[in-house]
């Protein structure tokens, strides 16, 4: 199982947003509803941010949305904010119970 | 607190093996998937294996037939058997819960293995 394709970095001042691209295939992405994504701070574990592709668990800001078209999913960070920045995942089943990550991208407020 | 705490990680010569235990509190553990992840410092995130509430397991292809998961529900501790080790398998391993079907909700603070002679 390949990695999901995302571009490995993105920028935004505060207040302005940006979007995160996370390519799969019809085997995975295309295929089933359960992206998730996952903010990364240096040294800590991941944390969900959102799931079934545009979800929010409880206590994740609603600047944080998803999307999904395609074989091509999307996360969209709104009125960034310094403690966003960080690098983010994205993960997607892929039948069979398998499942696989993205290639991460480091998001970066300038 | 819904809480996971991995240990067992350490230094490790190629061809050895080493046990991964995680434990969790805070929440029915027998009612969860639950799954291993690693990621070798620097990289990005690898989905390792997943152990369902009925016991059944699935595993990446590069750790199948090497790897073993497992889990106790009396001690609400999950565990991973890691056989036959490579240089490759050098990574912090984080156990997550399943939650919100097919999504990793609750994260570990993860432990490093590395594999090295």
């Known amino acids: 199982q390949s990695a999901l394709t995302q571009p490995p970095s993105a920028s935004g001042s505060p207040g302005q947003s940006v979007t995160i691209s996370c390519t799969g295939t019809?085997?995975?992405?295309?295929?089933?509803?359960?992206v998730s994504w996952y903010q990364q701070h240096p040294g800590k574990a991941p944390k969900l941010m959102i799931y079934e592709v545009s979800k929010r668990p409880s206590g994740v800001p609603d600047r944080f949305s998803g999307s999904k078209s395609g074989n091509t999913a999307s996360l969209t960070v709104s009125g960034l904010q310094a403690e966003d920045e960080a690098d983010y995942y994205c993960?997607?089943?892929?039948?069979?119970?398998?499942?696989?990550f993205g290639t991460g991208t480091k998001v970066t407020v300038l | 607190e819904v809480q996971l705490v991995e240990s067992g990680g350490g230094l490790v010569q190629p061809g050895g093996s080493l046990r991964l235990s995680c434990a969790a509190s805070g929440f029915t553990f027998s009612t969860y998937w639950m799954h291993w992840v690693r990621q070798v410092p620097g990289k990005g995130l690898v989905w390792v294996s997943c152990?369902?509430?009925?016991?059944?397991?699935t595993y990446a292809d590069s750790v199948k037939g090497r790897f073993t998961i497992s889990r106790d529900n009396a001690k609400n501790t999950l565990y991973l058997q890691m056989n036959s080790l490579r240089a490759e398998d050098t990574a912090v391993y984080y156990c997550?819960?399943?939650?919100?079907?097919?999504?990793?909700?609750?994260w570990g603070q993860g432990t490093l293995v590395t594999v090295s002679s």
């Open positions: 997550a819960r399943g939650g919100y079907i097919s999504a990793f909700d609750i």
């Open positions: 019809s085997s995975d992405v295309g295929d089933y509803n359960y």
């Open positions: 152990i369902k509430v009925d016991g059944s397991t």
């Open positions: 993960s997607s089943y892929a039948a069979s119970n398998n499942y696989v």
